[in-house]
């Protein structure tokens, strides 16, 4: 069999279209959207390579439209988790045997169907089914899912070219083998980049995937799967199915050939997988490997140096784009009194002018929030602020559900800097701000590394080079990713590797090294070219 040392160039990462009025990806996009609302899609299971249905059908529906049925997907059954598991295994070993530039390549096509001809459908179905504006479903499901893919790719030869130094007379080699069993990847509504990026990680390097979305994704998650069986992911090595959390938990967690999760989602909900695996571990066969980004708390920090216009855009957009539903958005922020005045007009001003709709309007910067649940949620904080004496609603405020989960972009303003908006991941559109006493900027910093059990993102505003650095040193554990003079979101690929600790997850940073080596074991192989013939030492010998 020919052999040869493949390389895997390093990649750009995907160029944002701009979907400007009439170009070709907009009228594109257009037509897709069109398409998609006027038809019921049956979104089935896919166990082993087979569509899977059940007899309970769950509707999915716009969040923006949510009396317009998109489709229906098919409920999963503990006996559906059981067949996906043994599908899985059944796969495995088949799938670790394939040599890597051949699941390299089925990865590679992946990206380039999306970045191609899966574009517009992949954009139309996160904007339906997750109510995200063209620009913030184009950085996600396009370019961001291209983006792990090709990177991870990239990240994947790296890995396996790193190999031991060898002495004279010996080689020594180090060899990357998928973990011994399946992997569990739980995924969340808001980012189908993420989505997607949880079981191909995995499996891009060898393992066998049981993939389970938020009920709320499962609209896009079924082009992902379209896609992946399109570029060749055989059967059985990526399985999707919908099930309960607890049914799946049950299953999943008390198998033996159970070797690791990667998840996004709670901080609660991850905490009890971890209690549940360390309960379970007698029954494993190797230790699992638990891998998760948990949400945030994220801040931005206004220094009295900093350039109002600067920061007033870095909050506007940081707070509010996607309605807030980002584990990075800002939700509290710090201004320094001497900017305050100047500051609230200009956030305020920008905030009223943002048009709120339904996605299919290109129009329009803020669309609805994910469901019913989070809607209430929600209204609840904003209701509750309403009745406090030391907050101030100094922009929205206001909530509609008769048509879509519509929540106006709501800035508080608390007196209170432990005001429980300030500290509570609230996950939607609400912004509370603390005006701090401008010569307080040290201890303001300490304020904020005290105040949340979360540790994402954060972004310091300022232009007096010390107090950047005092911050950057200030909030060293207090955010994964932190940014200098921009908001607190927007990661990308192969720029900035994305997570964080504390409450916020394991910070193994997807869209790095770090993450794909969380999903291999290493074995180290020493091969000694001349072996010793004799048990004696040279030191054995008599004088």
């Excluded at 439209?65 to 899985?88: N, P």
């Amino acid at each position: 069999m020919p052999k040869g040392v493949y390389k895997i160039v390093s990649p750009p990462n995907e160029p944002v279209k701009n979907y400007a009025p009439k170009s070709p990806e907009r009228i594109e996009l257009q037509a897709m959207l069109k398409h998609l609302r006027a038809q019921e899609t049956d979104v089935p299971m896919y166990i082993g390579g087979k569509e899977v249905r059940s007899n309970e059908k769950m509707r999915m529906a716009p969040p923006h439209d949510h009396k317009h049925t998109l489709g229906y997907f098919h409920k999963s059954t503990k006996e559906h988790v059981k067949q996906a598991i043994e599908a899985a295994l059944a796969a495995r070993q088949k799938w670790a045997d394939m040599s890597w530039e051949h699941r390299a390549a089925i990865f590679m096509k992946a990206a380039d169907l999306i970045a191609g001809p899966y574009r517009a459908k992949i954009n139309a179905a996160t904007m339906l089914g997750q109510s995200k504006s063209v620009y913030q479903a184009e950085i996600d499901s396009a370019c961001e899912m291209t983006d792990f893919l090709r990177f991870n790719v990239h990240y994947m030869t790296e890995i396996y070219n790193e190999q031991p130094v060898s002495s004279a007379g010996v080689w020594n080699r180090l060899e990357w083998r998928p973990l011994e069993g399946f992997i569990y990847a739980l995924t969340p509504f808001n980012f189908t980049a993420i989505a997607g990026n949880l079981p191909t990680s995995c499996a891009m390097m060898g393992n066998v995937v049981v993939w389970k979305p938020s009920n709320t994704q499962v609209y896009a998650a079924n082009v992902l799967m379209e896609i992946f069986t399109k570029a060749g992911v055989p059967d059985g090595v990526i399985n999707l199915i919908y099930p309960s959390g607890p049914d799946a938990a049950e299953v999943v967690f008390s198998h033996k050939d159970f070797a690791g999760i990667h998840f996004t989602g709670s901080t609660e909900v991850f905490q009890n997988i971890w209690q549940t695996i360390g309960n379970n571990i007698h029954k494993y066969k190797s230790y699992p490997r638990i891998v998760g980004e948990t949400g945030g708390k994220d801040f931005i920090l206004v220094h009295p140096s900093a350039d109002v216009k600067i920061a007033a855009t870095a909050i506007a957009r940081g707070a509010f784009e996607y309605q807030g539903q980002k584990c990075s958005a800002a939700s509290r922020v710090y201004i320094a009194s001497n900017l305050w005045d100047e500051l609230k007009k200009q956030l305020v001003n920008d905030v009223q002018s943002m048009k709120m709709g339904p996605t299919e309007d290109f129009t329009n910067f803020f669309n609805a929030v994910i469901d019913e649940k989070s809607f209430d949620k929600l209204a609840k904080y904003i209701d509750q602020a309403k009745k406090d004496n030391n907050v101030e609603i100094i922009s929205g405020g206001k909530y509609d559900k008769s048509k879509g989960y519509f929540i106006e972009p709501t800035i508080l303003v608390t007196k209170d800097p432990k005001y429980v908006t300030m500290c509570e991941e609230l996950f939607g559109p609400v912004l509370t701000v603390y005006v701090y006493d401008e010569n307080k900027f040290e201890e303001t910093c300490e304020l904020i590394d005290s105040t949340s059990v979360y540790a994402l993102t954060g972004a310091v505003i300022a232009q007096d080079r010390y107090a950047i650095e005092m911050a950057t040193k200030k909030l060293v554990n207090s955010a994964g990713n932190f940014y200098i003079n921009d908001k607190c979101t927007g990661a990308v690929v192969g720029q900035q590797p994305f997570g964080g600790g504390r409450g916020s997850g394991t910070n193994d940073k997807a869209g790095s090294k770090i993450n794909l080596l969380r999903w291999v074991t290493p074995r180290t192989i020493k091969e000694v070219l001349v072996p010793p013939t004799d048990y004696r030492y040279p030191f054995l010998q008599a004088d």
